[in-house]
């Protein structure tokens, strides 16, 4: 992390994972907008795991839940789950030609590592954790494109999503993936070696069309407004069909560790909870109950004043039936969806139930459109 730099701008840094990242610059509220109306960058805090040798793509697509591409330049996004088929870790797996790269949550680096590196037997596979000797910036929001032309060179900038270009940035050797677009905005991600990652976060904050630095609580915000699932608060330990993260399945590859239960929910047609987006009147804590009456029916993920509504919003695990409930009575005039004399839902926040609406996801539309967004399959 160019801990130094992040602070000549003015930072707060906070700890997410074990690991130091900026947490904002002064008014999160104000580089949120920034992103929505220009572009803003955010060093990433992701875990790295290097995975090099002849049998690389086979030994990780064989653990995770997703095809890894087989041709350099191209990545996927994809789970590891446990044998009930809750999710271990959500990362992004990037073919890089001699070794995979795969970015992880920063907690779940080491472990993930360790674990990989036990299950070694005759492959011709070497595993480590490399955070350290990367650097990984994003870049987001609708004039994105235009900031990365600007800078790229030595390549065009990527268009498919989770595919990358070699290039150059301030005399840098980099690397340049089109994103999934998280934040619901056009995105990028730079990744360079970490010795000359103060050069490169000059350059993009500097040298191109006016950016905005950005830290994790606009990056919250952002990715909640879009309705992108995030690790620590929407997947860790659910099942993907539940979490909707159908992006990072492949129904057709072989076994892995989980597939059954994945393939069972995905037969059944309907899973028990889906990840729905919330309008209340109130901010609630994550792990509020979501009540139907007087019948707790799920609860709340995250919840945060979205900036560019102006009014509590909220992502919420909520029971199946509830919600054919909810939209049945909405179909026939009696939801407070309609009339405000009926809320279909209830959220319990400091003590006290407060109204709430389903929503359709995203909250806000921007420039792009998150993959992560979640979808079922009825």
Not at 119 to 124: A, N, S
Not at 162 to 177: K, N, P
Not at 322 to 335: P, V
Request: include cysteine.
């Amino acid at each position: 992390m160019i801990r130094g730099r992040h602070a000549d701008y003015g930072a707060e840094f906070e700890t997410r994972g074990g690991r130091e990242v900026v947490a904002h610059y002064g008014r999160p509220e104000r580089t949120h907008l920034a992103v929505r109306n220009g572009v803003g960058v955010i060093e990433m805090g992701y875990g790295v795991v290097v995975v090099e040798g002849d049998d690389a793509v086979d030994f990780v697509d064989n653990a995770v839940s997703n095809r890894v591409p087989a041709a350099d330049g191209e990545g996927c996004y994809a789970l590891l789950l446990d044998p009930q088929g809750g999710i271990e870790t959500d990362l992004y797996v990037y073919n890089a030609g001699e070794r995979l790269l795969c970015f992880t949550p920063p907690a779940r680096a080491e472990p993930l590592a360790d674990d990989w590196s036990e299950k070694v037997f005759i492959q011709d596979v070497s595993i480590r954790a490399a955070a350290d000797e990367f650097g990984v910036f994003g870049v987001h929001g609708p004039t994105a494109t235009e900031t990365v032309a600007t800078l790229l060179a030595g390549a065009s900038v990527p268009e498919d999503p989770l595919t990358f270009v070699r290039g150059s940035i301030a005399d840098a050797g980099v690397t340049v993936v089109a994103t999934d677009d998280p934040t619901g905005e056009t995105g990028y991600e730079v990744v360079c070696r970490a010795g000359d990652a103060d050069d490169v976060w000059d350059s993009l904050l500097t040298r191109g069309t006016p950016t905005t630095p950005v830290g994790y609580r606009t990056w919250d915000t952002l990715t909640l407004e879009a309705g992108t699932p995030l690790f620590d608060t929407e997947l860790v330990g659910r099942i993907p069909n539940v979490a909707g993260v159908r992006n990072a399945l492949d129904f057709d590859k072989g076994c892995y560790v989980g597939q059954e239960v994945v393939s069972r929910v995905e037969n059944q047609g309907r899973p028990s909870k889906r990840l729905v987006g919330l309008e209340l009147d109130a901010v609630p804590e994550s792990g509020a109950a979501v009540f139907e009456g007087d019948a707790s029916v799920g609860d709340v993920t995250r919840g945060a004043e979205s900036p560019s509504l102006s009014r509590p919003i909220a992502l919420a695990y909520v029971e199946s039936a509830a919600l054919r409930s909810a939209a049945s009575r909405t179909q026939s005039g009696e939801s407070g969806v309609l009339d405000g004399d009926d809320p279909a839902l209830g959220v319990r926040v400091d003590g006290a139930d407060v109204d709430a609406t389903v929503t359709p996801l995203p909250f806000v539309e921007g420039s792009g459109e998150s993959a992560r967004l979640p979808h079922y399959s009825d």
